[in-house]
């Protein structure tokens, strides 16, 4: 049988042996019992309490459709020399599975921001939600004043202030279509959030959000992506759950506040893929030369999905490359600092599996796969490069994996326990006021 990991057997242990030498001097101690990072960081998972019901079953093996978990956000903070500092938060700050793994945290730390949107797909329909206040029109200024949020079908974007002890929610903003993700622009400033009408941008100023422009899109329901030179984005969009409409990917400049279309990112002549109506997540690579998109973010026990790469060096990108028959579903996607190694989600409840993908390679392709806990949602690499975190709903945590070499992950058996029903991750420095932010 071909082996189709990157090394031989014979070459790992020199390998491992020179990772260890290389970490010799290092901030990180490798004999500590508990989870290290070689600078003080934070991570947050938000956690939707509905996708956690449909999995909670009765005596009888059916679902308790009323719905009683509690979506929460978890803030972890891992550092050189002490063990996980872990608070979960529950019913502040409502978030929804049913979108895009990502979210965004200040450059300083500071601030997380989360998105919510009313959108539901197949189970998740059939919940019965708690009495009270559900959409945006039943709630009053008093209302998203409090701390406590019971609302699941609003569109809404929350901030939490991670200076404070209870992680308290600052300001909560009502969008006026559902929005899938919010990223950090590069420029450390704003933040854009994408709906299914509009981009929105703001900033914050002195604990508030500041809406900064609304840009008006007509591409759908989708998420997106920043280019690390702050001046484009792209996007998934279109009607998920329609298997007669695919989805498209769309091309977009962002000058100043004012975000404008330029193109449609099309599959090239000869290319052995296709855009399908669940082709939903994506991301743009650190240099800027590459988006990963997934063929599919639902799995259908059929076949297995192919992973598809744009070129974003064309002033039309298109998209000229892609990786056949991954998995079932790709859910996310992360990029090592090294710009050689790349890691995809396979979205699977039983048989999931982490992707490792070479992107040096022309074109890229994939090395091996790695068992992981089921339907893996939020994934990031350190800022170093020395670790990958990888959030799993059904599970209820987030998995942490050792980076060796290039191309390596090896399991660590520690993990991070987090609220129900994990739904997107982020990763960011450690407020620590009048310290450096990461560049």
């Known amino acids: 049988m071909k082996n189709n990991h990157p090394f031989q057997s014979n070459q790992i242990i020199p390998l491992l042996a020179a990772a260890l030498m290389t970490c010799i001097g290092c901030k990180t101690t490798s004999d500590q019992p508990y989870l290290t990072t070689q600078t003080p960081l934070t991570l947050v998972s938000s956690n939707d309490g509905e996708f956690n019901q449909i999995f909670q079953l009765t005596e009888d093996q059916t679902t308790d459709w009323e719905l009683k978990t509690k979506d929460s956000f978890t803030v972890i903070h891992l550092g050189p020399d002490h063990p996980p500092i872990i ?6 700050v409502p978030c929804s599975i049913a979108g895009t793994p990502t979210m965004a945290m200040s450059s300083d730390g500071r601030y997380a921001l989360i998105v919510n949107h009313s959108f539901r797909l ?19 200024p008093e209302m998203l004043k409090e701390q406590k949020m019971t609302a699941q079908l609003v569109n809404m974007l929350s901030l939490i202030d991670l200076s404070t002890p209870d992680f308290r929610v600052v300001d909560r903003v009502l969008l006026a279509d559902r929005a899938m993700n919010v ?23 002195n604990g508030r959000l500041v809406q ?36 498209t990917v769309q091309w977009f400049s962002i000058r100043g506040n004012k975000i404008e279309h330029l193109s449609e990112v099309t599959v090239a002549p000869g290319v052995p893929t296709k855009i399908t109506e669940a082709s ?22 059929i076949d297995h999905s192919d992973i598809l790469i744009a070129d974003l060096t064309l002033e039309k990108p298109v998209i000229n490359a892609v990786v056949k028959q991954v998995s079932d579903g790709s859910e996310s996607f992360a990029f090592h600092p090294n710009g050689k190694m790349a890691v995809a989600t396979a979205l699977n409840r039983d048989h999931n ?43 209820g945590r987030i998995e942490v994996f050792d980076v060796v070499g290039d191309y390596e992950l090896l399991k660590n058996p520690k993990f991070i326990n987090v609220g129900f029903g994990h739904n997107s991750l982020t990763i960011g420095p450690r407020y620590l006021p009048g310290k450096a932010k990461w560049k």
């Open 183 to 205: 990223l950090a622009h590069p420029d450390g400033q704003r933040f854009i959030t994408g709906g299914d009408k509009k981009f929105y941008i703001h900033k914050i100023d």
């Open 280 to 301: 939903f997540i994506l991301r743009v690579s650190p240099d800027g030369t590459i988006a990963l998109i997934c063929q599919r973010s639902l799995g259908n026990g």
């Open 212 to 247: 900064l422009s609304q840009n008006p899109q007509p591409h759908g329901l989708g998420t997106f992506w920043i280019h690390p030179k702050g001046n484009r984005l792209i996007t998934t969009q279109g009607n998920p759950g329609n298997p007669d409409e695919s989805a």
């Open 122 to 140: 197949g189970k998740m329909e059939d919940l019965q939600l708690p009495d009270g206040p559900q959409r945006n029109a039943d709630l009053t």
């Open 353 to 395: 599996c982490i992707v490792v993908l070479d992107i040096a390679s022309n074109p890229p392709r994939l090395l091996y796969t790695l068992d992981a806990k089921g339907m893996s949602q939020g994934i990031e690499f350190t800022h170093e490069g020395d670790k990958l975190f990888v959030g799993s709903p059904i599970a």
């Open 87 to 92: 608070k979960t938060v529950y019913d502040t």
